[in-house]
């Protein structure tokens, strides 16, 4: 409005007449005017200030990645240094004390102090789990005296500590300075997951923990471990040593784009045994990180079947896969093939406490079933007309093997095919027509459509970056996904878990890579599964993400820079 006051003005003093009197009398009212306009531009730019600049700095002070439910931002700081004190309200969550602890630790250098006794409010945080449910949401409120945070359980004293944890500054100093503020939190979804591909690459347990410290800067609770697929098998199972033994190990690898169909014959491979496993599930658990494993069938199996032949329908011996693609050799659906599966299903439950099991079953070629007169038998016994719904018999066998010990599977969307399994969630990926059936179906789905969660994907220009196995997934689009779609009643909508990421690796050959693709693009996803639909603004997510940058950059994290550069 002033502004434009002082426009018209400046327009209109050229029109007047020059006359000496008028002139003088003209200065007199101009003078007079032009006052009035300074103390009203002041007026308006003290307005500016207060209004804008405070909220601006409120944004600068502020700039938690997934966005809190709400935030307000107050007067002043907090100290931390070596003398604050931590209290917990019972012994439960001092593991979330210590995990704050050794984070400070190596950080900052210093070793915070866990108190027992009466807690005082003088430098102190103080650690309040109410424990009246297996909630995740969690008030964080830091004025200049303490620090509290209050949660239902410990998921949300952790997460609480996560929001801590991104307003510390990030240079390394002996007081840390931490915005006064209320923040009251909670996600959106339960499912709020990464998944990474071991099998094409692999990947060090030592960056699988790193890679589950992204998880949990983020908020995200699920990791989505795939463990098996051709190109190798990477889970120690006692009972059958050379799934291991050969499995696990591959003659070279294919290298360069598909098209150019070069491979290189360096013997590659690795695999987790089960005490490295055991130490990630708890490190996970640890950052309240369920860790859903994945078992390919009754396809993606050949590296399982290089090592055991005998569960394909040919009997054929196979080689650990060189190439990416889909292969013909798959299991077969007979009675040996279910107890060898069943075997190894057990020894993975043993290890892995999650409700659910990722059982693949996706991209399942048919054409050896097709010609096998052992699956023409099984489909004329159970009366199956076709061998898509010979795949479905296979995931019910599975399904009962797992149910069994009190779980749930989960599938590739393939799994409708043929009929759904009583009891299967199904994660949708090719697109989000198989999550909406399931959802009307009254399953469980985790939607990852390949347009939006796939981060193998490119994030930029193709010859900006490195080779990539195709598409096209920006940093802003993943930001736009909405996992819930809107073509779902309420109650339908209910089903839909949450969303997921998944890095699939055949074109990602170091950890390096790994970073790169998923970083920052998991920070979007992660405001997607966590923060109000109605918050969501890219714009404010990005100015968030350039100064969070930092926290990034202190960590040694190799992230994609892409989306900063205009
Ligand atoms: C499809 S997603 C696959 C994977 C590949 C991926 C590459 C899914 C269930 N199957 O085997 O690695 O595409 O983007």
Not at 227 to 246: N, S, V
Not at 318 to 341: D, H, I, N, Q, Y
Not at 483 to 506: F, H, K
Not at 529 to 536: A, I, L, Q
Request: charged share 20%.
């Amino acid at each position: 409005m002033v502004l434009k006051t002082s426009n018209y003005y400046s327009n209109n003093k050229d029109k007047l007449p020059n006359n000496s009197f008028k002139k003088a009398k003209f200065f007199g009212i101009a003078y007079y005017i032009w006052l009035l306009q300074f103390y009203m531009q002041l007026r308006f730019f003290v307005f500016l200030f207060f209004v804008f600049g405070l909220n601006l700095s409120a944004q600068n002070r502020i700039n938690i990645i997934p966005k809190p439910t709400s935030v307000l931002d107050q007067d002043g700081e907090f100290i931390i240094n070596a003398k604050t004190l931590i209290y917990i309200s019972e012994p439960g969550i001092e593991k979330e004390a210590s995990y704050f602890i050794n984070y400070m630790e190596s950080n900052y250098g210093f070793k915070l102090k866990l108190a027992s006794g009466k807690p005082k409010k003088k430098n102190s945080i103080l650690l309040n789990n109410l424990k009246t449910g297996e909630f995740e949401n969690y008030e964080l409120s830091i004025n200049k005296k303490y620090i509290g945070i209050t949660a239902n359980a410990d998921a949300g004293i952790f997460y609480g500590l996560q929001s801590l944890i991104q307003l510390l500054p990030v240079s390394k100093q002996s007081s840390l300075a931490v915005p006064c503020a209320l923040i009251q939190d909670h996600p959106r979804y339960a499912w709020r997951g990464m998944h990474l591909d071991c099998s094409r690459h692999f990947f060090e347990t030592n960056f699988i923990k790193k890679y589950i410290d992204f998880l949990a800067t983020y908020k995200m609770n699920v990791f989505h471990w795939h463990l098996t697929d051709d190109q190798g098998w990477r889970i120690e199972i006692k009972k059958y040593p050379l799934l291991t033994k050969e499995g696990a190990w591959r003659k070279g690898s294919m290298i360069g784009p598909y098209s150019d169909n070069k491979f290189d014959s360096i013997r590659y491979g690795g695999f987790y045994t089960q005490n490295e496993i055991k130490e990630i599930v708890d490190y996970a658990a640890e950052r309240h990180i369920t860790i859903v494993p994945e078992i390919e069938m009754p396809g993606h199996a050949l590296a399982a079947l290089a090592a055991y032949p005998m569960f394909s329908c040919t009997g054929k011996p196979v080689e650990v896969g060189m190439k990416w693609g889909v292969e013909t050799t798959v299991f077969c659906p007979s009675e040996g093939t279910f107890l060898f599966l069943r075997n190894i299903l057990n020894e993975v439950m043993d290890l892995f406490p999650s409700k659910f099991i990722h059982i693949g079953g996706d991209e399942v070629l048919k054409d050896e079933w097709d010609s096998s007169a052992l699956c023409q038998q099984i489909m004329k016994d159970q009366g199956l007309s076709n061998s898509h719904e010979l795949q479905s018999y296979f995931i019910q066998r599975i399904e009962k093997i797992v149910n069994a010990r009190g779980r749930s599977i989960i599938g590739w969307d393939e799994i409708l095919e043929g009929g759904l399994a009583p009891n299967a969630a199904v994660m949708s990926w090719r697109g989000i027509e198989g999550g909406i059936a399931a959802a009307k179906q009254k399953h469980y789905v985790v939607m990852s459509p390949g347009s939006h969660c796939y981060f193998d994907h490119y994030q930029g220009k193709k010859e900006q970056e490195p080779l990539a196995i195709g598409g096209f997934t920006p940093l802003e689009k993943v930001y736009s996904y909405e996992p819930t779609p809107d073509t779902l009643s309420v109650e339908e909508a209910t089903y839909i878990l949450g969303a997921q990421a998944n890095v699939w690796t055949e074109y990602i050959t170091s950890s390096a890579q790994v970073e790169y693709m998923a970083m920052p693009r998991m920070a979007a996803l992660a405001e997607v599964v966590w923060s109000k639909k109605e918050d969501r603004n890219y714009k404010d997510f990005y100015n968030r993400l350039l100064i969070h940058r930092s926290l990034l950059d202190a960590r040694g994290i190799n992230y994609s820079k892409t989306a900063f550069q205009k």
